[in-house]
């Protein structure tokens, strides 16, 4: 039945796993830079997909995509030793910034050894792997690939990359996740946090328009019936224990209170995907130690595919009923894979940015893959009063 899955068992607070405090964020998305950006999107007053027919000299299966059209890192980063990178690394390295920028959290020469990355992705830049792969066949001999791309075409190129760019020494990972890709990096974050191995993470995951990331969305999409367009971007969160950031007199951005992931039996009809996804979210309301009455958003992965929408709503709704509003996130960033499940919890954020009156709101992000796996996080946020939380 559950290939894998969690304990049963709420943890008590006094000994599980700290909450971690999110403590400033940084968000690039197809509704452009920055938190007001994409609130103005969720709300329905971004400019949608944009023309993507002159990015790239390869065919798209479409002519629009929730993509950064005129996105240039060197624009944000200055051209010196930024030459090389490739867009996902790009992406990831700028949100990395605009994060650093959002918190108090100062980075310096006593702390830099106690402050890491963790990134989640799909497969890393599909387009660095699939061009520097194919010049190893056409290029003459001795197959004349440039080195210099190579890091490009591994994983961990852009949480490497960060961690040199901003100096910051602590554990530095790259979780390859897909769509469950930013829950998997809070979960390996908070147990670095817990453990002891880390103060602080940049937490993140990213996802790079390219053509093979657009014929991989429609693809999926035609199998399962959507019309959704591709997206992009990154999302990367400061975050920190809880208790040591309120003991320092600090008010986080948010705190994220609980998540709970399992691989259950894909989506059918026999409903054990949905019973899955249900004991996530359950689980994770009993250890954050939330009733279902208490939440006032789900932030959901729906993309408009028939099969996994509606098991991920019956889910949602045997655990917290049809009435609690949910936030469509896709609608408004498209469907980013990896980098979905961080655009989902920065629009949480954002609105709390844009509206003081949720200040304390609980709320939900779901999401989910094809293949059956799922996940749940309880989130509770603030807004910065005056411009500023602290």
Same mark, same amino acid.
């Given at each position: 039945m559950t290939v894998t899955e969690t304990s049963a068992e709420a943890a008590p607070a006094q000994s599980g796993p700290p909450t971690l405090a999110i403590t400033g964020f940084g968000v690039l998305s197809g509704a452009g830079i920055g938190a007001g950006a994409l609130a103005a999107a969720i709300g329905g007053e971004g400019a949608g997909p944009a023309d993507v027919s002159e990015m790239f000299e390869e065919p798209l299966p479409r002519q629009d995509a929730h993509a950064l059209v005129d996105f240039k890192v060197r624009d944000h980063l200055g051209r010196k030793g930024t030459s090389f990178f490739d867009r996902s690394t790009a992406l990831s390295m700028v949100a990395c910034k605009e994060a650093l920028a959002d918190t108090d959290l100062q980075v310096d020469d006593d702390n830099r050894a106690r402050i890491g990355i963790t990134m989640g992705t799909t497969a890393g830049s599909a387009k660095s792997t699939s061009d520097y792969s194919r010049d190893t066949f056409v290029q003459d001999r001795p197959y004349l690939v440039n080195p210099l791309l190579f890091p490009n075409a591994v994983m961990n190129c852009a949480a490497g990359q960060a961690g040199i760019w901003f100096g910051l020494q602590g554990a530095n990972s790259t979780i390859a996740g897909g769509p469950l890709a930013m829950l998997n990096v809070l979960r390996y974050g908070r147990n670095l946090i817990g453990c002891g191995y880390a103060d602080a993470l940049l937490a993140g995951s990213v996802e790079e328009f390219s053509p093979q990331s657009a014929w991989a969305v429609h693809y999926a999409q035609s199998t399962e019936g959507g019309s959704l367009p591709p997206g992009e971007g990154a999302a990367v969160f400061v975050v920190e224990n809880a208790e040591t950031v309120r003991a320092a007199g600090r008010r986080p951005d948010a705190e994220v209170l609980a998540v709970e992931?399992?691989?259950?039996?894909?989506? %059918? %009809?026999?409903?054990?995907?949905?019973?899955?996804? %249900?004991?996530?979210?359950?689980? %994770?309301?009993?250890?954050?130690?939330?009733?279902?009455?208490?939440?006032?958003?789900?932030?959901?992965?729906?993309?408009?595919m028939t099969r996994l929408d509606d098991a991920e709503e019956s889910a949602i709704a045997s655990v917290l009923g049809s009435e609690v509003p949910r936030l469509r996130v896709k609608d408004a960033t498209g469907e980013a894979f990896s980098a979905s499940g961080a655009f989902q919890l920065a629009a949480l954020l954002a609105r709390h940015r844009a509206e003081p009156a949720r200040d304390g709101e609980i709320s939900v992000v779901t999401t989910r893959s094809a293949e059956g796996a799922a996940g749940a996080a309880v989130v509770r946020g603030w807004s910065r009063v005056g411009g500023d939380n602290r």
């Open positions: 992931v399992g691989v259950f039996e894909p989506p %059918a %009809a026999d409903g054990e995907f949905t019973r899955g996804l %249900a004991l996530c979210l359950t689980r %994770a309301l009993e250890r954050a130690g939330i009733t279902a009455d208490q939440v006032s958003t789900v932030a959901t992965a729906a993309n408009g």
